[in-house]
């Protein structure tokens, strides 16, 4: 398996293969050619490939360091200490979710009036809460917004009020010694709300694969749990109509990002150019900066490292050390493959904001059943799984939106 280190290497090989055929046309003051575009997407593909590789083994990295720490700390604990309760908890829900036992004895299965709060008659059936946050952590490597945004826990179905400030008050007024000055008649103040909706997916696993898995049983459930959550979230924070699922930030809303906050000064009907995405990145305002991050789907960064700006330098910066992002305009570049990508007039292709203030609710009432003999016939075990959340953009003037002329 190849490292991080040559596999930049090799990135950074094709990104300048691919500006070498922009720069020889520009050199003889002319289009690229046919075959040169076909050359330049070709190799513009393989530096996303790249890229995903990079991202995929940089998350194996970490998540090899974390197990390694929680292994060893674990070791610590029952060395010290014997088995912990929570322990025992995961042994009975990993042993219910392979074979719908609570353990080894068949006294465990006997029918009984099952309760949450007990572990021995019930409770056992709950997702143990180290397996919920698990859950979550890998949505989180898998969603580029849930990195950003900024995640409030909410138990039940509870609510959460997001106070506004909608109308700012007027400037003071330059007075005398003994006056107050105007009175304010300007300021409103606001409220939005958010709930979490449900988000559900069911899949099969078979019972030989959960009897002879050399992974616990609930690891496999739980990564192909986590790949269907997160593309579904991703798109719901990207695209998303606020309907029963979350607003996205590529959705004009007066309850999110109006349309005062897009951009299209210079663009072309069918492409972004260097002076829009200047344009752009003025728009907003300079103390969001510094926390701010652009995004674009992949097309959309093909046609980004084309850019030049007046003095012949090119806009898009790849990442040459581990963890670096691509850059544009001294700001990271993050891909998405559910961003806008139609270019055509008057279409949303990229934006640029502080995602903090994209607010992301999780309610932890998350729950499993197993589905045994409805698959009876195809030798499979269902399961269901099902989560709340709900997310938003709250303040509008952190974000600018990328449009097409």
Request: without cysteine; proline residues 3%; glycine residues 8%.
């Given at each position: 398996?190849?490292?991080?280190?040559?596999?930049?290497?090799?990135?950074?090989k094709?990104?300048?293969?691919?500006?070498?055929i922009?720069?020889?046309?520009?050199?003889?003051?002319?289009?690229?050619?046919?075959d040169?575009?076909?050359?330049?997407?070709?190799?513009?593909g393989?530096?996303?490939?790249?890229?995903?590789?990079?991202?995929?083994?940089?998350?194996?990295?970490?998540?090899?360091?974390?197990?390694?720490?929680?292994?060893?700390?674990?070791?610590?604990?029952?060395?010290?200490?014997?088995?912990?309760?929570?322990?025992?908890?995961?042994?009975?829900?990993?042993?219910?979710?392979?074979?719908?036992r609570?353990?080894?004895?068949?006294?465990?299965?006997?029918?009984?009036?099952?309760?949450?709060?007990?572990?021995?008659?019930?409770?056992?059936?709950?997702?143990?809460?180290?397996?919920?946050?698990?859950?979550?952590?890998?949505?989180?490597?898998?969603?580029?917004?849930?990195?950003?945004?900024?995640?409030?826990?909410?138990?039940?179905?509870?609510k959460?009020?997001?106070p506004?400030?909608?109308?700012?008050?007027?400037?003071?007024?330059?007075?005398?010694?003994?006056?107050?000055?105007?009175?304010e008649?300007?300021m409103?103040?606001?409220?939005?709300?958010?709930?979490?909706?449900?988000?559900?997916?069911?899949?099969?696993?078979?019972?030989?694969?959960?009897?002879?898995?050399?992974?616990?049983?609930?690891?496999?459930?739980?990564?192909?749990?986590?790949?269907?959550?997160?593309?579904?979230?991703?798109?719901?924070?990207?695209?998303?109509?606020?309907?029963?699922?979350?607003?996205?930030?590529?959705?004009?809303?007066?309850?999110?990002i109006?349309?005062?906050?897009?951009?299209?000064?210079?663009?072309?009907?069918?492409?972004?150019?260097?002076?829009?995405?200047?344009?752009?990145?003025?728009?907003?305002?300079?103390?969001?900066?510094?926390?701010?991050?652009?995004?674009?789907?992949?097309?959309?960064?093909?046609?980004?490292?084309?850019?030049?700006?007046?003095?012949?330098?090119?806009?898009?910066?790849?990442g040459?050390?581990?963890?670096?992002?691509?850059?544009?305009?001294?700001?990271?570049?993050?891909?998405?493959?559910?961003?806008?990508?139609?270019?055509?007039?008057?279409?949303?292709?990229?934006?640029?904001?502080?995602?903090s203030?994209?607010?992301?609710?999780?309610?932890?009432?998350?729950?499993?059943?197993?589905?045994?003999?409805?698959?009876?016939?195809?030798?499979?075990?269902?399961?269901?799984?099902?989560?709340?959340?709900?997310?938003?953009?709250?303040?509008?003037?952190?974000?600018?939106?990328?449009?097409?002329?």
């Open positions: 398996m190849p490292d991080i280190k040559s596999l930049r290497e090799e990135r950074s094709l990104v300048h293969d691919a500006r070498a922009v720069d020889a046309a520009e050199a003889d003051k002319r289009e690229m050619t046919a040169e575009s076909a050359q330049f997407d070709a190799l513009m393989k530096v996303d490939a790249k890229r995903s590789e990079i991202e995929r083994l940089e998350k194996l990295t970490d998540a090899e360091r974390e197990l390694d720490a929680v292994v060893e700390t674990r070791a610590r604990e029952v060395a010290a200490t014997g088995a912990k309760p929570s322990d025992r908890q995961m042994l009975a829900w990993r042993s219910w979710l392979a074979n719908g609570l353990g080894n004895n068949l006294s465990d299965d006997e029918v009984r009036a099952f309760q949450a709060a007990s572990d021995t008659e019930g409770g056992y059936l709950v997702a143990p809460e180290q397996f919920v946050m698990q859950l979550i952590k890998f949505v989180d490597d898998a969603v580029h917004i849930r990195g950003l945004a900024t995640i409030y826990q909410v138990s039940g179905n509870g959460i009020g997001v506004t400030l909608d109308t700012d008050a007027a400037d003071s007024d330059w007075t005398t010694e003994l006056l107050t000055g105007s009175e008649t300007t409103r103040f606001g409220k939005r709300s958010m709930m979490p909706h449900p988000l559900a997916k069911r899949i099969k696993v078979s019972q030989t694969l959960l009897r002879v898995a050399a992974m616990p049983a609930e690891q496999i459930v739980l990564q192909r749990l986590a790949y269907k959550f997160a593309i579904t979230q991703e798109k719901a924070y990207l695209t998303g109509n606020g309907v029963q699922k979350p607003l996205g930030v590529f959705t004009a809303s007066t309850d999110g109006t349309t005062a906050r897009d951009v299209s000064t210079d663009n072309a009907a069918t492409a972004m150019t260097a002076d829009g995405l200047i344009n752009a990145k003025y728009a907003l305002k300079a103390a969001y900066w510094n926390n701010a991050t652009w995004m674009f789907h992949r097309d959309g960064v093909k046609q980004i490292a084309k850019l030049k700006d007046g003095e012949g330098q090119y806009l898009w910066r790849e040459m050390r581990q963890g670096e992002p691509d850059m544009l305009l001294g700001r990271p570049v993050v891909t998405s493959e559910n961003a806008p990508s139609t270019f055509t007039t008057g279409q949303y292709v990229g934006i640029l904001g502080d995602f203030h994209y607010w992301i609710i999780d309610s932890l009432a998350m729950n499993f059943q197993r589905l045994v003999e409805l698959y009876a016939e195809t030798n499979q075990v269902g399961f269901i799984g099902r989560y709340e959340g709900d997310g938003m953009p709250v303040l509008a003037e952190a974000f600018v939106r990328v449009k097409l002329g």
